[in-house]
């Protein structure tokens, strides 16, 4: 009988020097506050989404309601001043709320759309734009591609406030100035 060769060496990274600053990654969770409002907001925002049509009968209540829990949610997460590090899982925490929460909204969209309930439909495309314009910017700052935008941004918000306050040294209006660096 043949015997297959199995390999049982596998590759381990070894960190040297980093046992604490590993195991303070792995610690369970230093910013409490943080990682509870993250989800309590989108969660709240969600289920009151849910409930509105029984508990409720006032659709604008239950529209400022929810607008209000999505903004609070988009203002709770902030960079931590001290710049103290996420362990693993307060960022997997926060990556499965900020992708499977947009997903709901987008359930909620179809669901709103097949059942006709058009005047509902307007809270899910909001719910829908303020988790999504979340993701994207939680997205752009995990890639570093916020750099690009904020030049260009503040180069054409710049060249704007100028063209409204001095026209006649500008001999045309637009963008002629903006410079764009496509990689």
């Known amino acids: 009988m043949k015997q297959a060769l199995v390999d049982d ?28 409002f993250h989800l309590f907001f ?52 926060f990556w499965l709320g900020l992708i499977i929460c947009p997903m709901i909204w987008i359930v909620f969209f179809f669901s709103t759309l097949f059942s006709l309930k058009l005047k509902w439909l307007a809270l899910v495309v909001a719910g829908i734009s303020l988790q999504a314009a979340n993701l994207y910017g939680y997205i752009l700052c995990k890639m570093g591609g916020n750099s690009d935008v904020s030049k260009v941004t503040a180069s054409f918000l710049s060249q704007t406030v100028f063209q409204t306050a ?3 040294d500008f001999q045309k209006p637009g963008l002629e100035g903006l410079e764009i660096h496509q990689h």
Do not use: Q
């Open 42 to 93: 989108r969660v709240s925002a969600i289920i009151t989404y849910m409930c509105c049509d029984w508990f409720s009968k006032s659709f604008v209540g239950c529209f400022v309601t929810v607008l209000l829990l999505l903004s609070l949610d988009f203002w709770s997460v902030k960079v931590s001043p001290n710049n103290i590090a996420a362990t693993e899982a307060e960022a997997r925490i």
């Open 9 to 36: 060496t596998e590759d381990v990274s070894l960190d040297f020097g980093n046992e604490e600053e590993l195991a303070f990654r792995k610690a369970k969770i230093r910013h409490p506050s943080a990682t509870f």
């Open 166 to 168: 001095c026209p006649e």
